[in-house]
């Protein structure tokens, strides 16, 4: 009989889901003013808007080391298990090498680069946890994690620049010009990298997401309709009546799952995200 443990770093933003679907979780750390916590466990995203709009300084995060993944992997390998490991994306953090290099100690530890970022890499993850009700192996698991890495829809649209200005992700003449000009970014995940998906003029943002929308199902047009989620920092529930009632009338997505940003996401993306995310590996 296959014992399959499927883990992943914090940044899959899956919440309640952690637990239900009995996945490990080794946590990011935030660092906040020089003191260090971990992401889901000591720290949750209302500390991090408190910690802005006091001391007008962003969080930082860092990644796991490599002796942290391997007490992580040996608490199921030493339970029998084999373990496939779902990571944030090679290119945004180091989590990915960490987890590799701690892999090599072990037969059954399998590491997946997700190519993406928070419920992006949660789709691939509950794919797994599917497998593993269906009996499948560790590798087999495995392969399939690698053409799901390929073709997630992963992307979001940022209300503010303020966090991605003073995180250095942006310069400040770009952050002034997106203020002034009201301008929504939407960045999506290309290769493991966040890139500009489109640019969208808006007030008070509601035009901007249903523009999104509009977009993302038309280029992104092969979905998986098993689930999609919505995923979002602190936003009004107007927007959000709006996003659920859009995917139901121009979708059929058998599963809708909302889930909140946890502070991995929202260190770097500040309040009023929203992305809708779901596999792209339909015929």
Sequence with gaps: MNKVKITCDSAADLNSLFEEKNIGVIPII???GGEEYLDGTDIVPDDIYKFVAEKNILPKTAARNEENFKEFF??????GYSVVHFSISDKLSLMYKSACRAAEEFE???VVDSKSLSTGIGLQILAACDMVEEGKSAEEIYQAALVWAENTQASFVVNTMEYLYK???CSGLTAFAATKLKIKPALVLKDGEIVVYNKYFSKTGRRAIRKYLEDIFEDFNTPDNKRVFITYTKIDDEILDEVR???KENTKFENVIETIAGSTITSHCGPGTLGVLYLNTGK
């Design 30 to 32: 935030v660092n906040l």
């Design 74 to 79: 040996k608490q199921y390998t030493d339970e």
């Design 108 to 110: 059954n530890v399998y």
């Design 167 to 169: 995180g250095g992700r």
């Design 245 to 247: 009632q859009l995917i």
